[in-house]
């Protein structure tokens, strides 16, 4: 009688929870992945939000994309490009951007340049890279000065005809900033937007903890990790010497050119992570810092006001970590 009544027990405790009296699971996450700004991006909102939203985000990212590549024809930067010096009106998000990278420019002492556009043809990082002649090196590194940049309004002109705008140290954050916030707009609390490099997160996870964002090891194919960083809403962009880069006669070239050599920068920065408020800001500190090196890096994050906090990795495998942040590293 008693092994009865305990089966009768069970049997009755799953119905129960079969009809809903059992604790609520927390809803699944909606995401969704494309290959988009030549990498891939994932999008990811948590809490029951509506799961159109990643992919509606991901089509704002193409969209802009559309705009700001200089690979893309039809592009607002493909049109200025090919307008000869001519002015060309361009979207106010187009405008609102270059005038913010050419602001980076002021501020980095003009380490930060977008009208690195010839150059970057020319390593063709995102196709078939190799090292370019000496004379056409020579020949692109001479229309590079981004204050050949005018912008009035809504319409940007290059006073250099040759020159040729790239905004890929800065575009990627300003989309992801774009992409949070339209998230938010939507009423989501708790999401993640990253775009291969640029991470913001919304919120906090679901249940009110932080979130563990990983920093890659570089030169590693992304299986391993430096260490990782806890924080709330934020925005972490990671730049390195190793995401685009190839081998010619034994020595590594990779994608972050200097404006003043035309050249891959040569010092002992391999990574550069920065904690910030907004990802476009990140996104050019990154490029600046690794451009800086070091020994310069210091006084950049000494300039930048309301920064959360940087992780640096060098060639010896030295890992510094700069202003308040919650950073553990791996250990080896």
Request: proline share 5%; glycine share 12%; with cysteine.
């Amino acid at each position: 009688m008693k092994r009865k009544r305990i089966l009768t027990i069970l049997i009755i405790l799953a119905a129960f929870c079969f009809i809903g009296g059992c604790a609520k699971q927390p809803p699944q996450p909606a995401s969704e992945t494309r290959f988009l700004l030549d990498t891939v991006c994932t999008i990811t909102v948590y809490g029951g939000a509506d799961a159109s939203l990643p992919g509606k985000a991901l089509d704002l990212c193409a969209e802009y994309e559309g705009l700001l590549s200089r690979t893309v024809e039809g592009s607002d930067i493909w049109r200025i490009n090919h307008a000869g010096g001519e002015p060309v009106t361009v979207d106010p998000r187009t405008a609102e951007l270059v005038e913010d990278a050419l602001e980076f420019g002021d501020f980095s002492g003009g380490m930060f340049d977008i009208t690195i556009g010839r150059l970057c043809a020319l390593w063709d990082f995102n196709g078939n890279p190799s090292v370019p002649p000496q004379a056409d090196l020579k020949e692109a590194l001479s229309t590079v000065g981004y204050k050949k940049v005018i912008v009035k309004d809504d319409t940007v002109r290059m006073l250099d005809p040759e020159a040729w705008l790239d905004l890929g140290g800065i575009a990627k954050g300003y989309i992801a900033d774009k992409a949070a916030a339209f998230l938010k707009e939507n009423g989501v609390t708790s999401a993640i937007v990253d775009l291969g490099g640029n991470i913001v997160t919304v919120g906090t996870k679901p249940d009110g903890s932080l979130w563990h964002i990983g920093i890659k090891q570089p030169f590693d194919g992304g299986s391993k990790i430096i260490g990782a960083l806890t924080i709330g809403e934020a925005s972490i962009v990671t730049s390195g010497i190793y995401e685009r880069q190839f081998i010619q006669d034994g020595v590594l070239y990779h994608h972050i050119l200097d404006p003043n050599t035309g050249e891959p920068v040569r010092n002992a920065m391999v990574s550069a992570t920065i904690v910030t408020e907004s990802s476009t800001v990140g996104d050019a500190l990154t490029t600046i810092l690794i451009l800086a090196g070091s020994k310069g890096a210091p006084d950049v994050l000494a300039r930048v006001p309301g920064y959360y906090g940087a992780v640096l990795m060098l060639d010896s495998g030295e890992i510094q970590k700069f202003g308040d942040i919650d950073f553990s590293e791996t250990t080896p």
